[in-house]
């Protein structure tokens, strides 16, 4: 009986996956300083949500419904709120899933003792080293203008207006499908 879940157990064990990272799950959108969402990111506060549809949308959504012609489309995107000018900056980030599946890494180790290799370092070996990766995809922006340099901290003066129009873009993004459509809406 105990060598049977012996047996079982190593089978689980080596047929596992151990997760390292699990990208966030966000609902609607999330305020977070984008250096502590991905480093990559300034440390402004960030408008953050996660991006359904594929590579370079928001980009063209952008594109088209501020007319920007593919100028300056990451950075400094003009809008006015309440008669006020501000300005945006957007991010598409990626943040994989990663976990480490045992098996591969087991099955290196036992090919490798079997073939008598000691040099070979499991871990590294084969494409992806037993290494998985899903990937998720989010839209990061950070708002500014003239007066504030950060408009989505807690103590901004602007900061709701600010997320209200945020708001409505998502929306607006995530339900469009022909970004000409937008162009007539303005």
């Not at 990208?23 to 300034?42: Q, R, V």
């Not at 998720?136 to 500014?144: F, P």
């Not at 207006?161 to 409505?168: D, G, K, P």
């Amino acid at each position: 009986m105990k060598a049977h879940l012996l047996v079982a157990f190593t089978l689980l064990f080596c047929t596992s996956c151990i997760p390292l990272r699990i990208a966030p799950e966000i609902d609607d959108y999330k305020i977070t300083k984008g250096s502590s969402f991905k480093k990559s990111l300034p440390k402004r506060e960030m408008f953050v949500f996660e991006d359904p549809k594929d590579a370079n949308q928001f980009y063209n959504y952008v594109d088209t419904k501020f007319e920007l012609e593919n100028e300056n489309v990451y950075d400094d995107v003009p809008f006015m709120v309440e008669g006020q000018q501000f300005f945006f900056s957007f991010y598409e980030i990626e943040i994989p899933d990663k976990s480490i599946n045992i098996f591969p890494i087991v099955l290196d180790v036992f090919v490798n003792a079997a073939l008598g290799n000691e040099n070979i370092d499991p871990i590294f070996t084969g494409d992806d080293g037993g290494f998985t990766r899903n990937g998720h995809w989010y839209i990061a922006i950070e708002v500014y203008n003239d007066i504030e340099m950060d408009c989505l901290q807690r103590d901004a003066l602007s900061r709701e207006t600010v997320l209200e129009y945020l708001r409505r873009l998502k929306m607006e993004y995530l339900s469009t499908n022909n970004y000409n459509e937008t162009v007539f809406k303005n």
